[in-house]
């Protein structure tokens, strides 16, 4: 099937600093990628949706400003945390939409802000 | 806005069935899926099912879907201590623009 990677599968950084999360699909070209976000045993909530040349489209309650996404190309979408709290500590997946429909999720990444 | 709700935990012995519910609120629903999630990893899809189905096999996983009641399942046969893991249902709708709404997730454990 195909494959998604993200990158770095782990992360800690200091609070104040931003951080970037990749997320790139490795045998597809995906004009839509999705990010998640996850909690310790809770369910995965939606943040935005990355599309390839436009600006992405954001749930409600999740900060653009925050959260910067760019897909610049159709294999490629990144995830910026800009000013990381310790409350952005949490796993971080995507997903990518291959021409058929289907979502791919990457493997996640789990992000520590200390 | 949709609503999926998933029992949090449910454990069985090796060998037996396992069998993990579902409910969701949106009578929209186009696709209904089944994910499993280990530790500290993404998300694996197991199947689907699209909504004017009542029912699919594949290999050891059936799934059952109830329209009416909103109602959605799936059942392992012989459960393998592999099997252990995190599973969420998820849902898409029509006009969502293929947005999957996820339940709450079940943790099935394995016990031998």
């Known amino acids: 099937g195909a494959v998604v990677s993200q990158h770095p599968s782990w992360v800690i950084c200091k609070s104040g600093t931003s951080v970037k999360i990749e997320c790139r699909s490795l045998?597809?070209?995906?004009?839509?990628m999705f990010w998640y976000r996850q909690f310790p045993k809770q369910s995965l909530m939606l943040m935005a949706t990355?599309?390839?040349?436009?600006?992405?489209?954001?749930e409600q309650g999740v900060e653009k400003d925050k959260f910067l996404i760019n897909h610049a190309s159709l294999t490629l979408s990144t995830l910026t945390v800009t000013s990381a709290h310790p409350e952005d500590s949490s796993f971080y997946i995507c997903?990518?939409?291959?021409?058929?429909?289907?979502?791919?999720f990457g493997p996640g990444t789990r992000l520590t802000v200390t | 806005g949709e609503d999926v709700e998933q029992s949090l935990f449910l454990s069985v012995r090796e060998g037996d069935s396992s069998v993990i519910n579902c409910t969701y609120t949106d009578s929209s629903s186009t696709y209904l899926y089944w994910y499993k999630q280990e530790p500290g990893a993404g998300l694996q899809l197991l199947t689907y099912i699209f909504s004017n189905m009542d029912m699919k096999q594949d290999q050891r996983l059936t799934v059952l879907l109830n329209k009416k009641d909103k109602h959605l399942s799936l059942r392992i046969a012989d459960t393998q201590t592999g099997d252990s893991a995190i599973y969420f249902c998820a849902e898409t709708a029509t006009g969502g623009g293929n947005k999957l709404t996820f339940g709450t997730g079940t943790q099935l454990k394995v016990e031998l």
């Open positions: 045998d597809f070209q995906a004009t839509t």
């Open positions: 990355s599309n390839e040349g436009s600006k992405a489209t954001y």
């Open positions: 997903s990518a939409r291959d021409p058929q429909g289907e979502q791919y």
